[in-house]
DNA sequence: ATATATTTTTAGATTAATCTAAAAATATAT
DNA sequence: ATATATTTTTAGATTAATCTAAAAATATAT
């Protein structure tokens, strides 16, 4: 049997070493957990005697084959019920990940398959991040930043980076949803704002918002 | 904060103290919940120290009113989850319970108000059982037991007492669902069992699957 | 190459929830 | 009314998850 808390490591370990490949360390994890080193150090002991990492003292760890597979199976519960959250039960795009965060600890095999039957297999969660399928697969999609983009590019917004409500909210106001479409018209050398075009409408752009923008060139 | 082993306790001394009226013993809490009567004893004092629980040394424990309130919003919530499971996700009756056991520790009131709504409303559970509404009233059904029933009596099934899978295949078998309509016509006075008539089809129920059975007479 | 700073681990303690075995209180039988 | 049985509590231990403070290992700066 696998804990909650054990769970919320797996996770926090296959975020942080983008998506199970890197080595992560303690102090990493310690401020993702929002806990302390030592906490982490006896943790990743315990999930590396479990077999769902490996840790070699003073090394960082990484997830194994089972580890990497657990992770992802608690990404698509997560995605699946933000999907659910936002399609059937009217919650916004920033109300959903803290009620996700517990739904995704539901252990039932039906319960998930049914659920994605629901909600017509979805391939993408509302913040535009893929949904593994019941096999672990995910669908990547070719992405940039807006703050990656050249003048003159044509976009489509796919994705955000952050996800907490300040930024979404922003978004909301500036009526920037996914499947916006925008031109990048201007960016300034001094400060890296990045001037777009929505419908012939133009808007001034922070590089940090631009940094947490997904946007897909067409 | 309330923890999810708090919240189950709770929930037993509600279910076992007839929803809320009765003091209950730790040996029955015990028997419920699958523990130790020890540990039982060092609970229901960290309930009482919270204000949840009335508990006098040898006594037995009742529930305060806040106590009360607690154990009704997780009911509300465990039977909402049920008809979400069987009205959405294509669950029969005999597999809900499991997973709305896991889903009423979920905390979030607008997941609970918004998953109401989406359910539109409903009074009662698969099983028959009144859900609790936001206020936390109960709206009682007068149910009688198949038992209880006089020769004669026409009855629509309303509920059951037990909800174990093989009470509930058991009645599927039978083709007895919520909504049934039976006559009972018949009474052995050596073992209690009775003979229904449902659709002019002749049944044969022992006293214990009579007993498990809750009816409306009309 | 060595001193210094930073990161990570270890040692020992704490809290929540549980257990076993023994003691204490209450209930039951004669 | 007293002995016996049953129930409940207490005492002391264990496991999971956490913490602080100190020690050890590794990384960085000169
Ligand atoms: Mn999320
Ligand atoms: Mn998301
Ligand atoms: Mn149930
Ligand atoms: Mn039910």
Redesign the pocket.
Known sequence: MI????E??IKAIYHLGKYGVDNV????I?KE??????????????LSDKGYAN??????VTLTEEGKEIAINIVRKHRLWEVFLVEKLNFSWDEVHEVAEQLEHIKSKKLISQLDAFLEFPTHDPHGDPIPDKTGKINKIDKILLSETIIGDQCICVGVQDSSSDFLKYLDKNKIALGTELVVSHREPFDNSITIKIKNKELIISNMIANNLFVKVS
Chains 1, 2 share one sequence.
């Open positions: 804990t909650l808390t054990e919320n490591y360390s303690t102090n990493s310690a957990m929002e806990t302390k080193a030592s906490s982490v150090t006896d943790m990743v002991k315990k840790y070699k003292k003073y090394q960082g």
